[in-house]
């Protein structure tokens, strides 16, 4: 998946009305909760076929991070 | 390890009934700062948006009342042909005696029927059906009688906004009978209680208790705000989110794969996959690495009524797939999960069943307060 679906899947994820980029800072959105983290999740699971736990999305500090922990 | 398969066992009927009182997110707005797009937001990804409350005095135990009573006079059912009850829920009427023993009484059951309680939460209906499947496949009941309900709205701080908006009240009803039809089930459960404080009530019985003076009780009734702006209080329901979700994501997949290994079916076998309605993000997660289409794993129900603990299973079944089952069969897994942790599921056939779809509570006439029946106490007593 290139960086462009990516920021319009995340974004819809996060139910964010302003458009992502690659370098913003997780814990500036606002959008950025607990919810969207579990969310998150399960877009991971969805669309890049990776598990992961709350706790290492968490622990991204960028929507780039989010990108390459998915991919990777 | 807990994985059984009956042969001799069938679901003959289910009914579920709910409160007539609904309450919408949008009602709620001071949980969301008074913004309605914030409360919007939340029903897009998590999928909350309605639930039913029940009215002060009424609880679980009255919601499984009217889903049996419905049930067995819809099915013309030889009350004295019931050989045990058991009622599932978190929320009973008393801390003794059991409740199961009160509804024996109220929906006049034969005195030489069985009657208890289990203590069991979001995977309390699986566990209830593997139950009764035991009691009936073994030849101790013919007929048994599985009321699954909770009035969680009861043991939840009013002012909790993660909790409050999440769960609904719901009373089940399902017979499970002796027959010869030759369809198998099977069952796999299980536990893992180093994670029970993630879904907890942390005071009120022996660990905790309820002390004797006002003074040493006010300690308890306390508001703890977290980091989060939320308040807690220890007789009320706590819960960790992340690790129930955690939890959920890492043991229910690999739970459910073992046991379609065991019941030797594959996901193509399955028509409908009904999880416990957790929220939206849990039951499609779930279902995707469970590898079932989103279509086989309906979640609508908890968007209109919220999650239902126990009841959910049941509830979907009476609110999405009655016809069906009503008037052909459908091979179904059910899976619950949740607080304990515990969780249990099953492979199952339903064939031309009894099901009423999702009925509102009508209050019978006379049915008491807490007021009466703190005033009723207080007359007896000091008689």
Known sequence: MDEN????????????????????????????????????????????????????????????DVYELFRA | MASSCFSKVKIAGISAVVPSSEIRLEDELEFFGGDIKKANRVTQIVGINKRRIAERGVTAADLCQQAAENMLFGMGIDKASIDALIFVSQ???YKLPATACILQHKLGLSNACAAFDVNQGCAGYTYGLWLAASLVESGACKRVLLLVGESLSRVIDRDNRIIVPLFGDCGTATL??????????????????????????????????????????????????????????????????????????????????????????????????????????????????????????????????????????????????AEKVC????????????VGLSWASAVLKLDRIWCSGMRDYVRPEGHQNPDDILAYWQEKLSE
């Not at chain 2, 008037?327 to 949740?338: A, Q, V």
């Open chain 1, 5 to 64: 679906k990516f920021l319009a899947l995340f974004q819809d994820t996060l139910q964010r009305e302003t458009p992502l980029n690659m370098d913003d800072i997780l814990a500036s959105l606002e959008e950025w909760d607990s919810l969207a983290a579990m969310a998150s999740i399960a877009l991971a699971e969805r669309e890049f076929s990776k598990r992961l736990k709350l706790k290492e999305l968490k622990q991204q500090k960028t929507v780039r």
């Open chain 2, 91 to 93: 929320t009973p009427d």
């Open chain 2, 176 to 321: 499970i009978e002796k027959s010869d039809a030759g369809h198998p089930s099977w069952f796999e459960l299980g536990t893992d209680g180093s994670e029970h404080e993630a879904l907890i009530v942390p005071a009120g019985q022996s660990r905790l208790p309820l002390p004797d003076s006002p003074e040493e009780y006010a300690a308890l009734c306390e508001r703890i705000v977290d980091g989060n702006g939320t308040p807690w209080r220890l007789i009320r329901t706590y819960m960790d989110g992340e690790a129930v979700f955690d939890f959920t994501m890492s043991v229910v997949p690999k739970h459910i794969a073992a046991l379609l290994e065991s019941a030797g079916k594959s996901a193509d076998d399955i028509d409908y996959l009904v999880l416990h309605k957790a929220n939206k993000q849990i039951v499609t997660a779930v279902a995707a690495r469970a590898g079932f289409p989103e279509e086989k794993a309906p979640y609508s129900t908890f968007s209109e009524f919220g999650n239902l603990a126990g009841a959910s299973i049941p509830a979907v079944i009476c609110h999405l797939l």
């Open chain 2, 327 to 338: 008037n052909g069969e459908l091979n179904l897994l059910l899976s619950g999960y949740g």
